[in-house]
């Protein structure tokens, strides 16, 4: 299939050229599907010099490279080309990595395992303007979403005071609270005390209102 305005431009960015000769191996067989293969590139500087010669839809990011890394290119390309998606390609399942990519503004993240059905499905997902992580990270997206909310909010809360606040929601007396999360009810009332201050609110009708706006009542 050659080239159309229909199909998918996919750059891929790693430093080791056999990784690269595998990835166009399998977008080249992708081909009936639409893939091609806009260019390659072995470090993050060559991918923001090449997209001033080439037309790329999405970019294959590695993360671990020279001259500039991954994460940083994936930042650059955020400012530079804000409607060009990246997916993360990488060895690393670990938080670090994840929520540095996530928050360069990688909208998907992939393991360098990766099977050609599932590459199919992100590269996909992604191009029509969804993301995609591959199960094994979950944990992790899970993770640097919950740090995200919190740290948007600002609030500090604990795991508990948002456990409080969910029961809150749900009607519960201090003193079900109490029975709930087997602590006593001044504990409850320390709790409470500590979310109002920590949320700017003054009554339970105004920490459940903050509940609903955060997402908090369905914690």
Not at 10 to 26: E, N, Y
Request: proline content about 3%; hydrophobic content about 40%.
């Amino acid at each position: 299939m050659s080239p159309t305005d229909a199909s998918i431009h996919i750059l891929i960015a790693d430093d080791h050229s056999i990784f690269r000769d595998g990835v166009r191996l399998t977008i080249d067989r992708l081909a009936a599907e639409g893939f091609v293969v806009a260019g390659e590139a072995p470090h993050g500087r060559a991918v923001l010099e090449l997209l001033h010669h080439i037309r790329a839809d999405l970019v294959l990011m590695d993360i671990e490279m020279p001259v500039m890394n991954g994460i940083e290119a994936t930042a650059a390309l955020r400012d530079q080309h804000p409607g060009l998606p990246v997916i993360a390609l990488s060895s690393h399942n670990d938080l670090h990595s994840i929520s540095d990519m996530l928050a360069a503004g990688a909208r998907g993240y992939l393991l360098k395992n990766v099977e050609r059905d599932e590459l199919l499905l992100a590269v996909r997902s992604v191009v029509r303007g969804g993301t995609y992580f591959t199960p094994s990270v979950a944990p992790h997206i899970k993770e640097w979403m919950q740090h995200q909310l919190a740290t948007r909010r600002g609030d500090g809360l604990s795991e508990r005071e948002r456990e409080v606040i969910s029961l809150l929601c749900q009607g519960c007396t201090n003193r079900q609270i109490a029975d709930s999360l087997q602590i006593s009810k001044r504990t409850v009332d320390g709790h409470r005390e500590r979310i109002m201050a920590k949320t700017n609110t003054r009554n339970l009708v105004e920490i459940m209102a903050y509940a609903v706006k955060f997402g908090l009542h369905r914690h």
